[in-house]
């Protein structure tokens, strides 16, 4: 075992708990149910205790009725699954925490009714007026996080926090804005901490001494809502009341949400700034967060002195087993976080969490990869495609012990991923294919570049399966056609510069001139990088869409929001001196006619056009399947199947899961049925 990571693989007592490293997987809402832990968890939580994390803490759990999110503590019912799953993960010596949660005025009763909260002020997101809790009220919360805490006790886990920040109840509390109470718990510091000071005393007095206690705070993205210096003050008030045995910082809450979890347009650490702040002059252990994604990223934060432990959250749904590879000194087969949201944030929007880079989360007993075994007939098995999709299938049947070939028409794999990589503040995507070509090379993947195969070449092979990932193209403006209104023909003057995103990219040699019209069908990261490329050329951009809202199928991850904080911030250049650029969004729309310096455009269901001045115009509509193979390979009866955008166009969370579904069922045809469409 390697010395490199002294510091992360030393043990940390924690009040009466030691926990056997310092990587930490703060809690994350996974919504694999609504109530009560199941299997589902305990196969989660326990590759990722296998795979080395110190501690865990189960998600966000209710203690009350009045608001509900995931999971509830709110009755004994909860306890015999609760120690179903701490048994199982207290052999593999990993710790387990649970998180202790109210909503306050961000999440409503689980009746639909209104939530408690400090006052009747809605939160930025709320669809109602809470209820501003009576003295009565406060007192019964008080007694309910108790009882939950006896119930995390009782069922054999090792200690709790109350979340007391990201925007969320005890956040609204300790506010000098938000909470405008005039009794005990409004006003005075001493008043606004009461609160909190009596949860923590209730549970110190309910559960074992040996049951480790914290909390989860931080300041809000306002500063002037609580700031860093409100946060530090509680924090030194309540440790010197004895009632922490650490604390977990966190930044950000709803009127920036994405500051909690920021993507990859944020560098490793991002939170620290704040985090040092809200950490002076404190004793107890301190647990930090912020896009932290390997042990050398924990090793430095602690040889640094800013913590004491690390959280690698979004790193290890990634990769359950990235602690034990790097300290084994495999560091380079780790699949890597690549910080893009979509499935780890996105998919809770979508039902349940999941992961763009690793389609077995959450179906780690099903799915896991150490359940992958040597085929006992290995199958011939050619790939045609080295994108994302492609490279996963030949992954995965690498690892089961086939003979895989695979087929890539350009000299460089990665498919449209080496394009998506060169739009703004989206380079970190390029990450996941550059693994899966490390990976494909070290199993034993046959790979042929620069080879545009025909299906007589496929056929020459012999191949038991044919997997085609030969991706798509994208639709030019002679082509154009709206989903919204697919009947009307859109005037083009052969004069207008029109150009497809790859022509914007690759293009940089273009006069885009002072003013661009983005349109886009799709409402994914390809038109947001599209918008930034050319507000950072210095261009005033209007956004059209059919859509609603800026680019919704991304704005789940916060990464819209965080967009659009860069474009209204940003300075301009070239003509436009030190002014700032003007981005426009214009939703609900059409486009009418495209003319050489203009482009016109109605509202969906509006009369009245409107011209908006456009040097380039740029289409973002969906792209066309290129499957010609697969109807060749049909035709000549072999056993042939199309995935990702060779099946139909979407995004890397659907084509890295078909590959690995695809890969999959050729030793589970009952797999088939999950994801072939064909």
């Given at each position: 075992?390697?010395?490199?990571?002294?510091h992360a693989?030393?043990?940390?007592?924690?009040?009466?708990?030691?926990?056997?490293n310092?990587?930490?997987?703060t809690?994350?809402g996974?919504?694999?149910?609504?109530?009560?832990?199941?299997?589902v968890?305990?196969?989660?939580?326990?590759?990722?205790?296998?795979?080395?994390a110190?501690?865990s803490?189960?998600?966000?759990s209710?203690?009350?009725?009045?608001?509900?999110?995931?999971l509830?503590?709110?009755?004994?019912?909860?306890?015999?699954p609760?120690?179903?799953?701490?048994?199982t993960?207290?052999?593999?010596?990993?710790?387990?925490?649970?998180q202790l949660w109210?909503?306050?005025?961000?999440?409503?009763?689980?009746n639909?009714g209104?939530?408690w909260?400090?006052?009747?002020?809605?939160?930025?997101y709320?669809r109602?007026r809470?209820i501003?809790m009576s003295?009565?009220?406060i007192?019964?919360?008080v007694?309910?996080?108790?009882d939950?805490a006896?119930?995390l006790?009782e069922?054999?886990?090792?200690?709790?926090?109350?979340?007391?920040g990201?925007?969320?109840?005890?956040?609204?509390v300790?506010?000098?804005v938000?909470?405008t109470r005039t009794?005990?718990?409004g006003?005075?510091?001493?008043?606004?901490?009461?609160?909190?000071?009596?949860?923590l005393?209730?549970?110190r007095?309910?559960?074992?001494?040996?049951?480790?206690?914290?909390?989860?705070?931080g300041s809000s993205?306002?500063?002037?809502?609580?700031?860093t210096a409100?946060?530090n003050?509680?924090?030194?008030h309540l440790?010197?009341?004895?009632?922490?045995?650490?604390?977990?910082?966190?930044?950000?809450d709803y009127f920036?949400?994405?500051?909690?979890?920021?993507a990859?347009?944020?560098?490793?650490?991002?939170q620290m700034?704040?985090?040092r702040?809200?950490?002076k002059g404190v004793?107890?252990?301190?647990?930090v967060?912020?896009?932290f994604?390997?042990?050398?990223?924990?090793?430095q934060t602690?040889?640094a002195?800013?913590?004491?432990?690390?959280?690698?959250?979004?790193?290890?749904?990634?990769?359950?087993?990235?602690v034990?590879?790097?300290?084994?000194?495999?560091?380079?087969e780790?699949?890597?976080?690549?910080?893009?949201?979509?499935?780890?944030?996105?998919?809770?929007f979508?039902?349940?969490m999941?992961?763009?880079?690793?389609?077995t989360?959450?179906?780690?007993g099903?799915?896991?990869?150490?359940?992958?075994?040597?085929?006992?007939?290995?199958?011939k098995?050619?790939?045609?495609?080295g994108?994302p999709?492609?490279?996963?299938?030949?992954?995965?049947?690498?690892?089961?012990?086939?003979k895989?070939?695979?087929?890539?028409a350009?000299?460089?794999l990665?498919?449209q991923i080496?394009?998506?990589?060169?739009?703004p503040?989206?380079?970190g995507?390029?990450?996941?294919?550059?693994?899966q070509?490390?990976?494909?090379?070290?199993?034993?993947?046959?790979?042929?570049?620069?080879?545009?195969v025909?299906v007589?070449e496929?056929l020459?092979?012999?191949?038991?399966?044919?997997?085609?990932a030969?991706?798509?193209?994208s639709?030019?403006?002679e082509e154009?056609?709206?989903?919204?209104?697919?009947?009307l023909?859109?005037?083009?003057d052969?004069?207008a510069?029109?150009?497809?995103?790859e022509d914007?990219?690759?293009?940089?040699?273009?006069?885009?001139?002072?003013?661009?019209?983005?349109?886009?069908?799709?409402?994914?990261?390809?038109?947001?990088?599209?918008?930034?490329h050319?507000l950072?050329?210095?261009l005033?951009?209007?956004?059209?869409?059919?859509?609603?809202t800026?680019?919704?199928?991304?704005d789940?991850?916060?990464?819209?929001?965080?967009?659009?904080?860069?474009?209204y911030r940003m300075?301009?250049?070239?003509?436009?001196?030190?002014?700032?650029v003007?981005f426009?969004?214009?939703?609900?729309?059409l486009?009418?006619?495209?003319?050489?310096?203009?482009?016109?455009f109605?509202?969906?269901?509006?009369?009245?056009?409107?011209?908006?001045?456009?040097?380039t115009?740029?289409?973002v509509?969906?792209r066309?399947?290129f499957?010609?193979?697969?109807d060749?390979?049909?035709?000549?009866?072999?056993e042939?199947?199309?995935i990702g955008?060779?099946?139909?166009a979407r995004?890397?969370?659907?084509a890295?899961?078909e590959?690995?579904?695809?890969?999959?069922?050729?030793?589970?045809p009952?797999?088939?049925a999950?994801?072939n469409n064909?």
């Amino acid at each position: 075992m390697t010395t490199r990571y002294k510091h992360a693989m030393s043990p940390l007592q924690i009040g009466q708990v030691t926990i056997p490293n310092r990587v930490v997987r703060t809690a994350h809402g996974t919504l694999f149910s609504r109530g009560d832990v199941t299997d589902v968890h305990t196969h989660y939580h326990l590759a990722r205790a296998r795979g080395g994390a110190g501690l865990s803490f189960v998600e966000c759990s209710s203690v009350h009725r009045s608001s509900n999110f995931s999971l509830t503590m709110t009755d004994d019912a909860s306890i015999p699954p609760l120690r179903r799953l701490a048994d199982t993960i207290r052999p593999t010596g990993m710790k387990l925490f649970a998180q202790l949660w109210h909503g306050g005025q961000v999440e409503p009763a689980p009746n639909g009714g209104p939530p408690w909260s400090v006052t009747t002020l809605p939160g930025r997101y709320s669809r109602m007026r809470p209820i501003a809790m009576s003295t009565r009220q406060i007192a019964e919360l008080v007694r309910a996080y108790g009882d939950a805490a006896v119930r995390l006790a009782e069922a054999g886990l090792d200690g709790a926090e109350v979340l007391a920040g990201a925007g969320y109840l005890h956040s609204l509390v300790l506010s000098p804005v938000l909470n405008t109470r005039t009794d005990a718990y409004g006003g005075s510091f001493e008043n606004r901490v009461r609160f909190l000071e009596e949860v923590l005393t209730e549970i110190r007095s309910r559960v074992p001494a040996s049951f480790a206690l914290g909390a989860r705070m931080g300041s809000s993205s306002d500063q002037s809502l609580l700031s860093t210096a409100d946060v530090n003050r509680a924090i030194l008030h309540l440790e010197g009341k004895g009632l922490l045995d650490y604390i977990n910082v966190t930044q950000g809450d709803y009127f920036y949400h994405v500051e909690r979890y920021a993507a990859m347009d944020k560098s490793v650490g991002y939170q620290m700034d704040a985090v040092r702040e809200t950490l002076k002059g404190v004793g107890i252990p301190r647990l930090v967060t912020g896009r932290f994604g390997t042990m050398d990223d924990v090793e430095q934060t602690l040889r640094a002195g800013d913590a004491d432990m690390v959280s690698l959250v979004r790193a290890m749904i990634a990769d359950p087993d990235l602690v034990r590879k790097e300290v084994e000194g495999r560091g380079t087969e780790v699949r890597p976080c690549i910080g893009c949201n979509q499935g780890c944030i996105g998919g809770l929007f979508s039902g349940r969490m999941s992961c763009a880079v690793n389609p077995t989360v959450g179906l780690e007993g099903i799915l896991g990869e150490d359940l992958i075994v040597p085929a006992a007939e290995p199958r011939k098995v050619v790939v045609v495609g080295g994108g994302p999709a492609g490279m996963e299938a030949a992954r995965v049947a690498a690892l089961a012990g086939h003979k895989v070939t695979l087929f890539e028409a350009a000299p460089d794999l990665g498919g449209q991923i080496n394009l998506a990589s060169h739009l703004p503040h989206n380079h970190g995507i390029g990450d996941i294919v550059k693994w899966q070509e490390r990976e494909i090379f070290r199993l034993g993947v046959e790979v042929n570049l620069s080879s545009y195969v025909e299906v007589d070449e496929v056929l020459a092979l012999n191949p038991d399966i044919v997997i085609l990932a030969t991706g798509s193209m994208s639709v030019g403006a002679e082509e154009l056609v709206q989903t919204a209104a697919p009947h009307l023909e859109v005037p083009i003057d052969g004069a207008a510069q029109v150009l497809t995103p790859e022509d914007l990219i690759v293009g940089n040699h273009r006069d885009l001139g002072k003013t661009a019209v983005v349109f886009d069908d799709v409402g994914h990261y390809e038109a947001i990088g599209c918008c930034e490329h050319l507000l950072e050329q210095g261009l005033d951009v209007t956004y059209v869409t059919r859509h609603t809202t800026f680019a919704p199928e991304i704005d789940k991850t916060g990464r819209a929001q965080a967009a659009l904080r860069r474009f209204y911030r940003m300075d301009g250049s070239h003509d436009h001196g030190n002014a700032p650029v003007s981005f426009r969004i214009c939703g609900s729309s059409l486009i009418t006619t495209i003319r050489k310096g203009e482009v016109e455009f109605r509202p969906l269901d509006g009369i009245h056009p409107e011209t908006v001045p456009a040097d380039t115009v740029v289409l973002v509509t969906f792209r066309e399947a290129f499957r010609e193979l697969w109807d060749d390979c049909e035709a000549a009866g072999v056993e042939v199947y199309a995935i990702g955008d060779a099946l139909s166009a979407r995004d890397l969370v659907v084509a890295i899961r078909e590959g690995h579904l695809c890969a999959r069922s050729i030793d589970n045809p009952d797999l088939m049925a999950r994801w072939n469409n064909m």
